[in-house]
């Protein structure tokens, strides 16, 4: 029987004792052994829940136990995360986690301490929830180089932009809906502005190429400023809007993004709606593959936290080697990506002919009285910048992927 320790007993941490309290048995035969949950730390009691007898609220507790040769960390943020994470590989043992902030900072740091002390630091729940996508570019994809990863990466925000799609609401009426619905936070910049998405991101091109990405090095715009008229261009062109975090090789430089991109029905990611994530992978041999599936909750992130700790179960005394060096790759400038543009602009500033005058031959589109919006050829960002500076009356820019 191995011992395990849960970090927090919030909502994944609540999740994990249950999948592992109602998929005992088959967790037991694909672990090779059965798995006892030792210990919970919280700094709350919980009266009446079965968990109080494991319930204790020192660490130290934990970290100083022999038996316990799995933590499991799903308290989020950075500290004390990053401390008790970094002492428990210290002491030999494996650590699964769900929590993105922490990998996203210190996931290099953590894999090399795992590697020191021959235990494992495993975080497939950090992205993606449920999707598996961790293991499959750790295993699966090691034979391609990968060229792209594309993906919507935050189920909040999909969701506000499928009800604005598909209702013709306004940002602020969904946002509310999502806040009265859960999937929203009070303050809920972490993921309108794309922070959630950006430190994903990161993560998955931390992997893809094998050094450290900085998400603090990642262009990030989040949906703020997206309205329901943008829409209205978006359907008349046939086109749906998306908050899209990439990744993508291009010349032996890698370009990283995470913003609104308007993309056509050809588009692997056009039909993923509401709360559902999807990724996908472009690889040089294996050309394209997508994992869909729900990105956050209770019970798909436990269920992916669950894996890792059978997969650690199963490799109690080596090491997995994972390819993420601490040295830090330094991405390309944006202003050099190319992508089309969709822009709004007001009638009464600027003329078509104007608009011709400064992009060449565009695409015109009209939904509104007293405005016009057109979408560019192909371009880089800063000839798109140069040329948008002679705008007048510019009322929004979405870039375009079709």
């Known amino acids: 029987m191995v011992k395990i320790a849960v970090l927090g007993y919030g909502t994944v941490g609540s999740g994990v004792v249950e999948v592992l309290t109602t998929n005992r048995e088959s967790i037991a035969k694909k672990a090779g052994d059965e798995?006892?949950?030792?210990?919970?730390?919280?700094?709350?009691?919980?009266?009446g829940d079965p968990i109080q007898e494991k319930i204790v609220h020192d660490y130290q507790v934990i970290l100083n136990d022999p038996e316990v040769r799995v933590v499991v960390e799903v308290m989020g943020g950075i500290e004390p995360a990053f401390t008790f994470v970094k002492q428990a590989l210290m002491a030999g043992k494996n650590v699964a986690t769900s929590n993105k902030e922490l990998v996203a900072h210190h996931g290099a740091?953590?894999?090399?301490?795992?590697?020191?002390?021959?235990?494992?630091?495993?975080?497939?729940?950090?992205?993606?929830?449920?999707?598996?996508?961790?293991?499959?570019?750790?295993?699966?994809?090691?034979?391609?180089?990968?060229?792209?990863?594309?993906?919507?990466?935050?189920?909040?925000?999909?969701?506000?932009?499928?009800?604005?799609?598909?209702?013709?609401?306004?940002?602020?009426?969904v946002l509310k809906n999502a806040q009265d619905k859960g999937y929203a936070e009070r303050n809920p910049a972490a993921d309108v502005e794309g922070y959630d998405a950006c430190r994903k991101i990161a993560i998955l091109a931390s992997l893809a190429y094998g050094h450290q990405v900085d998400f603090e090095d990642i262009y990030t715009e989040g949906i703020t400023k997206i309205t329901d008229t943008d829409f209205e261009y978006a359907k008349k062109l046939g086109?749906?809007?998306?908050?899209?975090?990439?990744?993508?090789?291009?010349?032996?430089?890698?370009?990283?993004?995470?913003s609104p991109v308007m993309i056509g029905p050809e588009h692997p990611l056009y039909n993923v709606n509401n709360v559902f994530?999807?990724?996908?992978?472009?690889?040089?041999?294996?050309?394209?593959?997508?994992?869909?599936?729900?990105?956050?909750?209770?019970?798909?992130t436990a269920s992916a936290v669950v894996a890792d700790v059978v997969e650690e179960i199963k490799h109690i005394h080596t090491n997995i080697r994972i390819n993420w060096s601490m040295d830090k790759l330094e991405l390309a400038d944006m202003k050099e990506a190319s992508h089309r543009f969709f822009v709004r602009v007001s009638r009464d500033q600027t003329s078509m002919d104007q608009v011709r005058e400064l992009f060449g031959d565009v695409d015109f589109v009209q939904v509104k009285d007293g405005e016009f919006g057109f979408v560019t050829p192909m371009m880089k960002e800063k000839d798109f910048d140069?040329?948008?500076?002679?705008?007048?009356?510019?009322?929004?820019?979405?870039?375009?992927?079709?």
């Open 35 to 47: 798995i006892d949950i030792k210990y919970v730390l919280d700094l709350r009691d919980f009266p």
């Open 109 to 173: 740091q953590l894999i090399a301490l795992a590697r020191e002390n021959s235990v494992n630091f495993m975080f497939e729940a950090s992205v993606g929830g449920g999707i598996p996508i961790i293991r499959p570019l750790l295993q699966s994809l090691t034979a391609d180089e990968i060229v792209e990863i594309s993906g919507i990466l935050n189920g909040t925000t999909n969701y506000m932009l499928t009800k604005m799609s598909e209702q013709g609401l306004d940002y602020d009426t």
């Open 239 to 258: 086109l749906s809007i998306k908050l899209l975090a990439v990744c993508k090789k291009q010349d032996e430089k890698v370009f990283a993004m995470v």
């Open 277 to 300: 994530n999807a990724i996908f992978v472009k690889g040089n041999m294996l050309g394209d593959a997508m994992f869909y599936g729900r990105g956050a909750g209770k019970l798909p």
């Open 386 to 402: 140069d040329k948008a500076a002679g705008l007048k009356g510019m009322i929004t820019r979405i870039r375009g992927n079709f």
